[in-house]
C-alpha cells in the first residue's frame, strides 16, 4: 500500500484517477510514472469572467477569487471582463453585415480555451441579459465551414454566483447550466451560491466564508482536473496504448482507465 501511495504521487494529476494494480517492484514503478510525466501533457486553459458589467460586481470578484483558485493548482487562466468588450444586441440583421470586432475578440479567448469559469448574477430569477448576449454571439459560426457554438462543444465549466438576497443567485445557475448545456458544454455537478454578497468579500477579494471558500475550491477543482483530462486527451490515449502494447507493462501490474 505504501508503494502503490509513493507511485499514485509521483503521477500527473490527471492520472491519478487511475487504478493500478502494483508489482513489488517500487523502482520499476517510479520509471513508469516518469513516463508519464513525459507524455507531452499540458496546462488546460481556462477563462474567467461574470455576467456583470458594473463597476463594483460582486459577481466579477468571485470570478477572479475562482481564477486564482484555478492558477494555484496548475492551469492557465485568462481574465475576460465583458465591459471591456460592449457587444451589439444580437440580431441576425446586424450578423449579416459581418461580425462585430469584439465578438470576434471575446469568441476568440472562449474557443481557444479547454473551459470556463463564469460568475453570474440573477436578474429576475434567471441569468443576465449581458451574459446571454456574450453567448448568444459566440455560439454563432463565423465561418462558412464552422458548426454551430463551436466556441463551446466539449469544453468544461463551472458556474457560481453571488447576491444580497439568502439564495445567493441560485435561481440564475440552474438556468445557465442548462443553457450551457444545451450548447454542449460539460458543466461540473458543483455549484456555488454565495449570499449576503456585500459582506463576502475581505478587502483582498477572497471569501471570508470558510464553507463558501471550500466549496468554491472544489467546483474549480473539478473544472480544472475535467479540462486538463480533455486538453490532453490524445496524449493520455496514446500513452495507455504505448502500455498496452508493451510487453514489459506486466512488469507494472495492471492498468484500468477510468
Avoid at 117 to 141: H, Q, V
Wanted: hydrophobic fraction near 40%; charge should be positive; proline fraction near 5%.
Amino acid at each position: 500500500h505504501e508503494a502503490s501511495a509513493l507511485v499514485v504521487s509521483e503521477l500527473p494529476s490527471h492520472f491519478r484517477p487511475m487504478m493500478m494494480t502494483v508489482s513489488k517492484n517500487v523502482y520499476k514503478m517510479r520509471g513508469l510514472a516518469r513516463c508519464f510525466s513525459m507524455a507531452g501533457i499540458r496546462q488546460p486553459r481556462l477563462v474567467a469572467f461574470s455576467g456583470s458589467a458594473r463597476k463594483s460586481s460582486v459577481n466579477q470578484k468571485l470570478a477572479l477569487y475562482a481564477a486564482k483558485m484555478a492558477s494555484a493548482i496548475d492551469a492557465e487562466v485568462t481574465i475576460l471582463e465583458p465591459k471591456n468588450y460592449p457587444l451589439p444586441l444580437y440580431c441576425q440583421d446586424v450578423e449579416a453585415k459581418g461580425f462585430p470586432e469584439n465578438v470576434l475578440k471575446v469568441k476568440g479567448l472562449l474557443a481557444q480555451s479547454d473551459g470556463f469559469l463564469i460568475a453570474c448574477p440573477e436578474y429576475n430569477g434567471s441569468f443576465t441579459p449581458m451574459l446571454k448576449n456574450l453567448i448568444d454571439w459566440c455560439s454563432r459560426p463565423s465561418a462558412e465551414d464552422e458548426p454551430m457554438a463551436a466556441a463551446f462543444k466539449g469544453k468544461v465549466a463551472g458556474i457560481f454566483a453571488s447576491s444580497p438576497g439568502g439564495l445567493g443567485g441560485l435561481r440564475g445557475l440552474t438556468h445557465l447550466r442548462e443553457l450551457l448545456t444545451n450548447l454542449g458544454v460539460n458543466v461540473v455537478p458543483d455549484q456555488v451560491a454565495v449570499g449576503g454578497a456585500l459582506k463576502a468579500f475581505s478587502e483582498d477579494g477572497e471569501l471570508v466564508n470558510e464553507m463558501h471558500s471550500s466549496m468554491l475550491a472544489a467546483c474549480v477543482h473539478q473544472v480544472v482536473e475535467s479540462s486538463r483530462m480533455w486538453a490532453n486527451k490524445e496524449a493520455t490515449c496514446d500513452m495507455i496504448r504505448k502500455m498496452r502494447a508493451d510487453t514489459k507493462c506486466a512488469e507494472y501490474g495492471n492498468v484500468i482507465s477510468p
